[in-house]
């Protein structure tokens, strides 16, 4: 990525967001646990999707599961990103949820059922993004 | 087969010409559409009781709008915003049911491709801003994924896929208006470079001027305006299934197999019923993933039945014949319908199905919100 990055930043003083960035640039991966049916949710959001509650706390996570798909962008789609080629990968937790991210280790690498971990990249002192690399 | 007097029947169709339109709006080119399907009823615009527009990507298109540029006062208006002229049908046959209006114009105008729209810029909302910093944007990056994991589960080849946007070429050149009709084969195909791994230019929808628009009414009251109703016999939808790109079935879309069950359900059809398929295409993901979905084929037999060819001109399951988004025009799916209603008229010309009774046409919203008709002509 390169300066245009923050024209596509998330808004990190958004109270559903904001816990997970917080923690992101502690190291850590955080997710929402529900306090009454205890069903742990992706995206953020006030609302437990399965009973409806607005109980919930933040868990922390192994940052560890497996590959669930990937693409590379070799085109610049969006003027934020000029730095192609680059993968993202969708990355099935250990705890359940699958995410997404980069995968530093670059295209070739990329396969699905793959192990990969947490990277975290601080982008700036506010900022740092949940990436992975391969697990072995 | 489900039709009664208060079946939608579609009575007048009109388009604008595709390509570019330097300086005309949404609505404009919605309004120019109408005027041509007021033409092909027959009708004047004060016979319109009501209207249900659809808005463009970037937002303009409402229904005050549209009225306002037609000058239109209809006793019923209403705006989708995301109709791909399938959810703007069902809305338009509950509007006629319930007695609200009895003549509706449905419309579309998109000027997003001379407006510079940025489909893949900005700060995304919602879940969206939990995967775009990360560069995974634009539709070309969801589908991307969808494919990668289809072809691990079910073994579809990059060569039995490249068949959609092939077959769908093919019909392109015989379609006067479409906009890409340079042959292209299985070599050209595959040289051309990805934009996304796994998919490459040809796969992806083009972004395109124009606008198109429907009248539609009753059954019971469409010979005042043609000899040539065409009904809409079944009807299905899904509301949302599951909010976030982050979810096994909204990757692949198994739901909308619960859709094609309900929509041949809806019209006492069978599969073997329907002549011609119609999918939107924003990526040649979608007709892959529909064609399982809605029944015609299993997931992993998809693969193979695509490269016998059964899709192309004189196939016996035509798949967009009007060439779809990847090669005809970017019109949300609306040219689609536009397409079934000539073969089901008799008058697609050189893209002529052979006696064409009845179409299937499926869209959705993003991964998350699907909706599916049926077509028939009136002795079917
Ligand atoms: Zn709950």
């Not at chain 1, 009454?36 to 996570?61: A, G, H, K, M, N």
């Not at chain 2, 489900?2 to 330097?22: F, K, M, N, W, Y």
Request: proline content about 5%; glycine content about 8%.
């Amino acid at each position: 990525m390169n300066a245009d990055v923050g024209a596509v930043l998330p808004n990190i003083e958004d109270p559903q967001a904001a816990p997970f960035w917080n923690a992101a640039r502690q190291g850590q991966l955080t997710m929402q646990r529900c306090l009454i049916c205890r069903e742990l949710r992706w995206t953020p959001q006030d609302t437990c999707p399965s009973c409806l509650s607005r109980e919930y706390e933040w868990e922390v996570l192994s940052g560890k599961g497996k590959i669930y798909s990937h693409c590379t962008y070799y085109r610049v789609l969006n003027p934020a990103f000029t730095d192609v080629p680059y993968t993202v990968v969708m990355v099935e937790l250990d705890e359940g949820p699958v995410i997404i991210g980069r995968l530093l280790n670059g295209p070739a690498e990329a396969m699905i059922d793959e192990r990969v971990a947490c990277a975290f990249s601080a982008i700036s002192d506010e900022m740092t993004l949940v990436n992975f690399t391969l697990d072995k | 087969m489900g039709i009664s007097p208060d079946t939608l029947a579609i009575v007048g169709i009109g388009r604008t010409a595709q390509g570019e339109h330097p300086g005309r709006t949404a609505s404009s080119l919605a309004v120019e559409a109408l005027a041509e399907a007021l033409a092909d009823a027959g009708i004047t615009k004060d016979r319109l009781d009501g209207l249900i527009t659809c808005k463009q990507m970037a937002g303009d298109g409402n229904d005050e709008l549209v009225a306002t540029t037609a000058g239109l006062h209809p006793k019923y208006s209403t705006t989708l915003d995301y109709g791909t002229c399938n959810f703007s049908l069902h809305q338009a046959q509950m509007v006629l049911r319930s007695g609200m209006a009895s003549t509706i114009a449905l419309t579309y105008g998109t000027n997003q491709r001379t407006d510079r729209f940025p489909f893949a810029g900005g700060r995304a909302p919602g879940a969206g801003s939990f995967s775009t910093p990360y560069g995974f944007a634009h539709v070309a990056g969801q589908a991307g994924m969808a494919l990668q994991r289809w072809r691990h589960l079910y073994g579809t080849t990059e060569e039995e896929f490249a068949h959609i946007a092939l077959s769908q070429r093919e019909w392109a050149q015989l379609n006067p208006i479409a906009l890409f009709k340079n042959p292209m084969t299985m070599e050209d195909y595959l040289a051309q470079p990805y934009l996304v791994d796994p998919l490459r230019r040809a796969d992806i929808t083009m972004i395109s001027d124009g606008g198109v628009s429907l009248i539609v009414t009753t059954a019971d009251r469409a010979s005042e305006f043609t000899d040539r109703p065409i009904y809409l016999a079944g009807m299905a939808q899904v509301g949302a299934t599951g909010s976030t790109f982050t979810q096994d079935d909204t990757v692949l879309r198994g739901w909308l197999r619960d859709v094609g069950d309900r929509v041949f359900e809806s019209a006492d059809l069978d599969r073997s019923d329907i002549d011609a398929v119609y999918i939107q295409d924003p990526t040649a993901v979608w007709p892959l993933q529909m064609l399982a979905h809605l029944g015609f084929q299993t997931p992993e037999d998809i693969g193979p039945w695509l490269a016998e060819r059964h899709t192309y001109p004189g196939g016996n399951l035509p798949v967009n014949t009007n060439g779809g988004q990847l090669s005809e025009a970017y019109m949300w799916g609306w040219l689609h319908i536009f397409e079934g209603v000539q073969q089901l008229r008799g008058a697609a010309d050189q893209r002529q199905i052979n006696d064409a009774r009845a179409v299937v046409y499926a869209s959705t919203f993003a991964f998350v919100k699907a909706a599916a008709s049926i077509l028939v002509r009136g002795d079917s």
